[in-house]
């Protein structure tokens, strides 16, 4: 049985993002695994050495604890359209939050992760920095990023967001897409933000055969493209979610340089802090 991955903190957005992922385990028929990472003083800025007392440790697995059952019949009680109830596991367990998530994805083979936007609010370690950039940037698998007071409704339009300059590696991505695609029985539009400066009719020829081909060989009709023009990246794409009802949108998070990362910083971690859809984000082997 596939597994969805929920990292939380116990902060309002958190607790918003596992019932999206449950919601989502429905339809998938899936089951969910909730999990927290305990504060490590390694997490914790610090000008010299921090020593836990174990009552201190032992007061804050508690709580955690106990926030975890609260969470878990929680998400029980939700309503059930879908006719499946997922099964759901928690873990509790002291470490960094990417070595924390990582190594239960990778333990129960889990199908995604799904994590709130960044809050300043919550028990465990999300309240000492966004780690949702730093899952964007390390998880071990794809990262669901919730925004606050998402809907929970049905994925039917799934927007793959992409500028066509790694094409092999997109179509990797595309066809792990269709699978998902295809459970919830989702449209998949394949989108580019573009400029005249930028496009040449015969790109858009090259990208027009490209998606003929992705059809047929994927077997699955339900994939369109839309070419968006616009000088901006993130304004294009926020202006094809108003205007394509786009339920979610996908995009290949590719590391840039260290200068880039300080002074320009990518699209999909600009994405992530403003969109107001979930954001899948697969991570990339390559530099953009």
Known sequence: MKTILIPTDFSENSVHAAEYGFYLAQQLKAKVLLCNAI??????????????????????????DLELSILKTRLSGMENTFFHE????????????????NSQYLEHKAEMIVVGAHTKSGLSTFVLGSHTNKLIDHAAGPVLVVPPLTPLKPITNIAFATDFNHIDEDLHYIYKLIKFAKVLKAKILLTHIYNDKKESPGFIETIERFVLELSNKADYPNIYYRLVKNTSPESGLHWLNEQSHVDMLVMVHRQHSILDSIFIGSHTHKMAS???????????????
């Open 39 to 64: 504060i490590i003083p390694a997490e914790m800025p610090q000008t010299g050495m921090v020593v836990w007392q174990a009552d201190e440790y032992d007061l804050i697995k508690e709580e955690s």
């Open 86 to 101: 997922p099964e759901i596991e928690v873990v509790n367990q002291s470490g960094t939050v990417i070595d924390v998530v």
């Open 274 to 288: 403003q969109i107001k859809v979930p954001l899948m984000v697969y991570q990339s082997k390559n530099k953009a």
